[in-house]
C-alpha cells in the first residue's frame, strides 16, 4: 500500500464511521496524512432540527455543552481510529495519541478531524519503499 491509497482507504472507512454514527453519510469525504498528523475533511449537511442543535450548542455564551459534545465526539472517534490505523498499517507500531475535532461554517457542513498518531506516517510510507 502507498501513501494516496491509505489515504483513500482510510477516507472511506471515515465516511462509514460518520455514517455509523450519525446515520446520515457525508456528501464528501477527503483524508490527507501530514508528518504524524491525519486530516479529516467531511461535508455533510443537517436537517433543521439538527442544524439548530449545532447552532444552539455553540453560540451558546458559555459554551460548555458544546465542548462538552465535542470533546466526546472526539472520543468516540479515537476509539475507532484507534482500531482502525493500526490494522491498516501492521507492524509499525503505530498508535492514535489525540483527536480534535471542530465544525465550520455558519450551517456547521464542513467537519475537520485532527489525528496526532505516534509516528511520522509519511516516513513510514517513505521507508517502506
Not at 471515515?14 to 469525504?29: H, L, M
Not at 491525519?38 to 461535508?43: D, G, P, S, T
Not at 465542548?67 to 503505530?94: H, W, Y
Not at 498518531?117 to 517502506?128: A, M, Q, V, W
Amino acid at each position: 500500500m502507498n501513501l494516496s491509497t491509505f489515504e483513500r482507504v482510510l477516507s472511506k472507512q471515515a465516511a462509514k464511521f460518520r455514517r455509523d454514527f450519525s446515520n446520515v453519510g457525508p456528501e464528501d469525504t477527503k483524508v490527507k496524512v501530514m508528518d504524524d498528523f491525519i486530516v479529516v475533511k467531511y461535508i455533510a449537511h443537517y436537517t433543521k432540527p439538527e442544524l439548530f442543535h449545532h447552532q444552539v450548542m455553540r453560540d451558546h455564551p458559555e459554551q460548555a455543552v458544546y465542548n462538552t459534545f465535542l470533546e466526546q465526539l472526539a472520543s468516540f472517534i479515537k476509539a475507532d481510529f484507534s482500531k482502525e490505523i493500526p490494522e491498516l498499517l501492521p507492524g509499525t507500531g503505530i498508535e492514535v495519541e489525540e483527536v480534535m475535532t471542530r465544525y465550520f461554517s455558519e450551517d456547521c457542513s464542513s467537519q475537520i478531524i485532527l489525528i496526532r498518531t505516534n509516528k511520522n506516517i509519511e516516513l513510514l510510507f517513505d521507508n517502506s519503499n
